[in-house]
Every structure is written in C-alpha cells, then in structure tokens.
C-alpha cells in the first residue's frame, strides 16, 4: 500500500490518491504540441465541443421522445417543439450539430490527408478517427430514424434493404434487422436503443482511443518537420519559449484552440436559430407513411458521395462499389507507399492526387442527391469510377516519390 | 496571412458544396414556381361597381345562394349540419358571413358565375366527364348579369369582417378549414385553442361517449371528403416546415401548376388573406419563432464576446511563444 500522510489540504488530499497533479503535467502541462500548426488542428477540440453539445440536447430530447411509431413524430415536432420549454433550443442544436459536426470530420479527415498525418507511426490515429466516423454514421442514421418522419421512413427501407446483398436475396437477414418486414415498431425501438445508448458509449471507447493514439507519435505539424519532442521540451521549460519548436497543450495550445472554437461558435448559433432548417429535409416534416413513396429519396448531405457511388451501377457492382468506399479510407495508410508525411503541396503527383479526390467526392455528393437521370447519371459514373480509379492509382504514384 | 489564405480555401469548398446540395439540387427537384401575387390574371376584371342592397336581395333570393350555404352574421344557419352536407355535396357549403374579405372580388365573381372554371377544376367537371360541379353555376336573375353579380360579391364584402379584423384561424377556417384538419393545439394571445377538425374545432367533452360520438361525426365527414376528393386532403399541422411559405402561397394560387389533375381546387384568397393563413400555419408548426429570434440576439452578444474573450486570450499567451 502507498504512504499517505496527514494531507495539508484538499488538494494535497487528492494529488495523494489520485495523482492529480502527475495527470495534470501528462494530459495538460507537458503534453507537448508542435508550435508550427495551423486553425486545421484545432478541428478537433470543435468536434468535441460538438460532440459535447450533442450529449446534452440529446439528454434533453430524450425526456420527451416517445419510442412508439403513433406518438415520435409528434413529441419531436410538438411536444418538443412547442409544449417543452426551450425544447425547440435543443432540438435545433441537436439537429444542427447533426449535420455540422460531419463538416468538421470531413475537414478534420481532408486536413490529415493534405499533411500526411496518417503515416509512419501515425497509422492508429488514423484507423481510431475513420472507426469514429463509422461510429458518427451509425448514430447519425439511427438519430435520423427516431422522428419517424417520411424521410426517417424510406431511408431506413432504402438502407436496411442494402442487406439483403443484391442477388444473394438475403431477405432474411433483412427482416432479422427490421425485427418486421418493413420499418415498423421493433425497428424504430433497436434504433432508438442504437442511437441513445450502444452508439453512443461506443464513440466514448472511441474517442479515448483516439486521443491515447496521440500520445506517442504526437501530432504531426504543417511542415511535416521530424521534431526531437524531449530537446524541445527541455529548451522550452529551461525558459527558452521563443526558440523552442514545441509549446505545452494548457494554456498555449488551448487558447489558440479556444480562439478557434469561439469563432466556430458564431456560426454554429447563427446556423441554430436564423438557418435551422439548413440541416434539416423538407420531407422529414411529412409523417411517415409507409404507402405513399417520396419522388426522390436520398440521404442526409454527409453520405451523398457514397451513396453515388452506389447508384450508377446495377444492384450487385453497386454494392461492391459502395462496400469499396466504405473501407477503403482505413487502408489510406497503407496504400501510400511514400516515405514522406508532409504536407501535400510538397509532395509528387500526390499533391494532385488529393485535390482530385476532394473535387471528385463534392461531385459525388452533389450528384448523389439530384435525380439520376440525363446527365447527372452520366456525371455521377464517371466521379464513381474516378473515386474508385483514384484509389486504385494511389499505390503507384506514391511508391516513386522521393524522399524529400 | 496563410492562415486566412487556409480558411479561404475551406470556406470555398464548403460554400460550394453547400450551394450544390441545396439551392443547385432542389432547383432541380422541384420546379420553381413564381407567385404572381394573387391578381388572378386569367379571370376579368370587374367591370360594374356593385350595390350591396340589390345583391342583398339576389343572394337571398334569385341567387339561390342560402338554398346551401349559411350565412351566420345576417342571422342565416347552415340548412344541413356539416356531415350530412358534405355527404350531399361532397363538402360542406362554407358560410358566406368573411367569404367577401378572405377571397378576391374577381374570384367571387368568377365563382358565382362558372364555379369549375374559376376553381380550376374543369379537367375534373366539363361535358366530356358529365360531371358538374355541386355548386350550380348562376345563369342571371333576367337583368345585366354582370351587374347581378357585382351586387352580389359587393353584398358579401358588406357584411364581412374589416381587413384589419380578419384574424388568422378566421382566414384559414374559410380559406382551408373544411377539407384541412389540424391536430396540433395552438396558443394564441395566451389561450390554448383546441386541435381543428374538418366540422370545427374539438371542443372539451365531459364524458367519452360524447367525445367518441364528435369523432364518429369527423370519421364520417372524412369519409363523404374522401369520396368526392379521391383522397383525404393532407393534416397541415406541419406544413409550414415542410413545405414552406413560398410553396403554400404558390400552391393556393394554382393548384395545378405542381399538381397536375388534382382535385384541390384554386382558393382564390386575396394577398392579405393568404398571408393570415400563413402566419396561422406558423402560429399552428411554428409557434416559438418569435422567441427563437428574440433569444438569438442574446445567444449571439454573449458568443460574440465570448470569442473576443478567446482571441484576446491567445494573443496573451502567444506573446511568450513567438
């Protein structure tokens, strides 16, 4: 058993059982941050704002949601809504961020893409962030099922149904997730359990593993520069702050952090109360009804470019398709052969590389969600097989960069 | 500088996804269709100046118009309750008391003279179909005709409520209320009004055999509506966020522009009254707006602060870093 002594105060008495101050020089202090990056590295503490944000108006929301196909259309819309004191506050903060937090993760991605974070020793953090935007799917589809709206209604059919594996007819496994032969009742009960519980905790487990992804590789810098973390260290507590290429997460980095994510706050409050209905369908404020289709069914604007990669070819190479866009991001570092994590503009064809698969994705979201037809069929084909193209090409034109 | 040269550059792509996913993509979804501001441009103008007396006397007498419809504030009730109306003529005749200020004057006229014309409902009641509508068409009391019903459109503007007293359920019960429920409750200058059924609002029951005898009345109402529609019109408690204000306006102006074939017919509202409609469907789907704004004055103050605050503090501790 550990000594302990009369404790001098209470934070004397704390440190002895709990090591504050030993957690408090290893998670703040002397948690050593590269000083060359930009705004782009504080997309991460936003998406914990956010995720912060979501936690609590969804507690709120879930005091009143009803779980019953009769009564969750409207206790979101009314009781929520207009019976609840500020009710309609957290739904549309809850609504909002929805949407808002995929921007931030797609930023987030694209800025670790364009700087090489994901290589040479960095490879966990890539893989725990794309678990994480797999997690942040999953709650944000089973989220959108709970109003019960029209949208709520067919996107669940449309997506349950990719289960069934095209020609593999698994229609079993289909009704074994529905728990019916169509979006009913124990449908919307496995997602709300989905949603409110299992999803959620499981994106906590995520979260950690994520940040302790960082501790031994650190985060990487927009230079790409190999920093010595213990020289630098030593030079910035022996006072010398100007010349040291490392600064202490708390306070120097979080307040840059902090800068960032009040200027993020102007926007999201502005997006929450003067253009709420920006992240949110039309069509979802229709009940569902499971007799009367939608004339156009797509999914929230974050899964367009893969649903349009699932789209222009028929069921079963859509579905090979759209499996290959699924997982093909958590082999990023390993289909990326070069040697070098810096930043793109640096960098061989891949510098071209990146921009053509930002450009190509924001076509593949903005044909996923017109009509297919005409040209728009056309387009989303071709960006389909230049996403699929790109990754193909990606070993290749890494494999000769180099060293710089 | 690079920093904002980054933040451009982001903002650049996120914009241009934004413009692609919404106003791109739903302006390829949807047709746009312009309001032309409900001067019912397709139907002549009036060209004689009414007398409320004379159309006092047409409307009671040789107009045949109280053989079906009431006319509660000259004293007049509904001949038939509104089920059995609305299962002799599909729908229950709207009073006539606020017809004159809720619809245009040109729109009356119209109405009275070739109704299936002026409802935009001729592909559904022509003599092809050898369907008429079930309000008869007025053929003339044996004087100007034009004259006849200059009297009486000014007849019903007489007895309506001013402008300016037209309150917004008053439009929509007219406007909309007869084929239309809304089962949301809404507050309105802090009394709770009840849910609206096709024959009126819900009013409180003592006992549930009375409660379930008005709801057996509505079924049946519903039922006559079904019939003679093809479908039951839609509930609008939500309409106003799911369709919004610039379709609702457009869609009561001409039905048949996004509908072609529908059985909904034109309403013929005047501006004012389609904009009293609309705050109702706002004050029914949208009831704390006016907080909302109100409360997101203070929200923004208090982040924008809040930011001046963090921008501060990183310049203070940044001093030391560079």
């Not at chain 2, 239309?180 to 009126?200: C, E, F, R, S, V």
């Amino acid at each position: 058993m550990a000594h302990f002594t009369k404790a001098k105060n209470l934070h004397d008495w704390l440190n002895q059982r709990l090591a504050i101050d030993t957690l408090n020089r290893v998670l703040a202090t002397e948690y050593w941050i590269p000083k060359n990056i930009n705004f782009l590295w504080a997309m991460g503490m936003i998406l914990a704002i956010t995720f912060g944000l979501l936690l609590v108006s969804g507690i709120f929301l879930l005091m009143y949601y009803q779980p019953n196909i009769d009564l969750a259309f409207d206790s979101v819309n009314y009781t929520i809504m207009q019976e609840v004191g500020y009710g309609w506050l957290w739904r549309h903060v809850h609504g909002v961020a929805a949407s808002v937090v995929f921007l931030i993760i797609y930023i987030h991605m694209f800025t670790g893409i364009y700087y090489g974070s994901y290589k040479n020793g960095r490879e966990m953090i890539w893989i725990s962030g794309m678990l994480l935007f797999v997690a942040f799917s999953a709650e944000a589809f089973s989220g959108y099922m709970l109003p019960w709206g029209q949208m709520s209604y067919w996107a669940g059919m449309v997506i349950t149904n990719l289960f069934a594996g095209g020609s593999l007819h698994a229609d079993g496994l289909v009704e074994w997730i529905r728990g019916d032969y169509v979006p009913a009742q124990a449908f919307l009960n496995r997602f709300f359990m989905l949603h409110v519980l299992l999803i959620p905790l499981a994106i906590i487990g995520l979260i950690g593993l994520h940040f302790g992804a960082l501790r031994i590789p650190h985060v990487n810098n927009q230079d790409g520069e190999e920093i010595d973390f213990d020289a630098e260290a030593k030079k910035y507590l022996a006072g010398d702050k100007a010349n040291s290429k490392v600064i202490r997460f708390m306070n120097d980095f979080l307040a840059k952090d902090m800068m960032v994510v009040g200027i993020f706050l102007i926007l999201f409050f502005y997006l929450v109360f003067y253009h709420y209905d920006f992240a949110m369908d039309p069509v979802n404020f229709d009940p569902a009804d499971g007799l009367k289709t939608p004339a156009h069914i797509y999914p929230e604007w974050y899964f367009l470019w893969s649903y349009e990669i699932l789209r222009p070819f028929s069921t079963d190479v859509g579905l090979i398709a759209f499996a290959f866009a699924q997982v093909i991001f958590f082999l990023l570092p390993f289909l990326d052969k070069s040697p070098n994590a810096v930043p793109a503009s640096r960098r061989g064809l891949f510098k071209y590389w990146f921009w053509a698969m930002l450009i190509d994705m924001i076509i593949l979201t903005a044909m996923g969600k017109v009509p297919p037809e005409g040209v728009f069929s056309t387009i989303g084909l071709y960006a389909a097989l230049t996403f699929i193209g790109l990754w193909i090409i990606l070993p290749f034109i890494t494999k000769f960069e180099k060293k710089v | 500088m690079k920093e904002l040269f980054i933040l451009a550059v982001v903002t650049v792509f996120t914009l241009v996804t934004y413009y692609l996913v919404e106003p791109f993509a739903h302006s390829q979804m949807h047709k746009h269709i312009e309001s032309e501001g409900f001067a019912y441009k397709d139907l002549p103008a009036l060209t004689k100046k009414g007398d409320a007396t004379r159309g006092k006397d047409l409307v009671m007498g040789a107009g045949a118009c109280t053989g079906c419809h009431s006319i509660e504030v000259a004293g007049l009730p509904a001949p038939m309750d509104p089920v059995t109306a609305a299962q002799s003529y599909g729908v229950n005749p709207p009073d006539l008391s606020n017809a004159g200020v809720v619809f245009d004057a040109k729109f009356l006229a119209a109405l009275i003279k070739n109704p299936a014309h002026a409802l935009m409902l001729e592909h559904k009641y022509n003599e092809k179909s050898g369907a008429s509508y079930p309000m008869s068409q007025f053929y003339g009391a044996g004087g100007d005709m034009d004259q006849e019903v200059a009297d009486m459109v000014a007849y019903l503007q007489s007895i309506a409520v001013k402008k300016e007293e037209l309150t917004p359920n008053m439009a929509f019960e007219v406007a909309c209320g007869r084929c239309h429920a809304i089962h949301y409750p809404y507050n309105l200058d802090g009394k709770l009004h009840a849910p609206w059924t096709q024959i009126g609002e819900k009013p409180t029951f003592k006992h549930k055999q009375d409660e379930l005898a008005f709801e057996t009345k509505v079924l049946d109402y519903q039922d006559a509506l079904t019939k003679y529609l093809g479908t039951l019109p839609p509930d609008l408690s939500m309409y106003i966020r799911s369709r919004g204000e610039h379709y609702i306006k457009t869609f009561v102006e001409d039905p048949q522009a996004y509908l072609k074939g529908t059985a909904m017919p034109r309403v013929g509202v005047t501006a004012e009254a389609a904009d009293k409609v609309i705050e109702h469907l706002e004050n029914v789907g949208d009831s704390k707006r006016h907080k909302r704004e109100e409360i997101g004055k203070y929200v923004m103050i208090y982040i924008i602060i809040f930011a001046i605050f963090a921008i501060l503090w990183k310049k203070e501790v940044w001093r030391d870093l560079h």
